[in-house]
Every structure is written in structure tokens, then in C-alpha cells.
């Protein structure tokens, strides 16, 4: 089982930043990838970005250039740096950690953080 504990949502002006982080515990695994995922109401979750243990990033195209993804692998902790913010970026991110071992995929999801994009 993996632990994943988010922080940094909140409201914020369009233009303006935040910061999400969430850090894994219980039983992680070296190769893994960690991301956040978004849900607008009404909407399907969608990827945002995510960022492997070898170094891999991959974006949504609707964020690129404005967010950014970075790991502490010592701390198993993943972050979102959001710059730029726009009404249409407002959804519940969620924290996603999954990994491969002995021929299947695991997966876990934090409990979502609101981020409000609103002036």
C-alpha cells in the first residue's frame, strides 16, 4: 500500500501561482511515476502531468509552458508549480503514484486538493 498526502490547494486570481505537493509513503518501490491528475465538475479526470523515477515528464497540452513538475526521490514527494493560472485550470487535482512489480501495475490516488482559479 502507498500513502499519498496532498497540500497547497487553494484560490488564487487568474495570473497567479500555486504549489501543490504530495508526499508517497508505506511501500514505495524505486521505479515508480508520480503525477497529478484534475477533475472539473462535470468533467472527466484528466492527466495534468506526471514524472517518472528515471526522470520522464509528460504534460497536458493545455499546461505546458505554465506548469511544472518536479520530484525529491528522497522524499518521495511530488510537486506541481502552477504559474499562470486561468478560470479554466479550477478542478480538484489529485496526486497519482503507480509502479510495476512482479507482472502488474498498482496504482494510488490521493484525496484531491481544490484549486479555485477565480477573480
Known amino acids: 500500500q502507498v500513502q499519498l498526502v496532498e497540500s497547497g490547494g487553494g484560490l488564487v486570481q487568474p495570473g497567479g501561482s500555486l504549489r501543490l505537493s504530495c508526499k508517497a509513503s508505506g511501500k514505495i518501490f524505486s521505479i515508480n511515476t508520480m503525477g497529478w491528475f484534475r477533475q472539473a465538475p462535470g468533467e472527466q479526470r484528466e492527466l495534468v502531468a506526471t514524472?517518472?523515477?528515471?526522470?520522464?515528464?509528460t504534460y497536458a497540452d493545455s499546461v505546458k509552458d505554465r506548469f511544472t513538475i518536479s520530484r525529491d526521490s528522497a522524499e518521495n514527494t511530488v510537486y506541481l508549480q502552477m504559474n499562470s493560472l486561468k478560470p479554466e485550470d479550477t478542478a480538484v487535482y489529485y496526486c497519482?503514484?503507480?509502479?510495476?512489480?512482479?507482472?502488474?501495475?498498482?496504482?494510488?490516488w490521493g484525496q484531491g486538493t481544490q484549486v479555485t482559479v477565480s477573480s
Open positions: 514524472a517518472t523515477s528515471l526522470g520522464r515528464t
Open positions: 497519482h503514484h503507480k509502479y510495476f512489480h512482479d507482472y502488474d501495475w498498482y496504482e494510488f
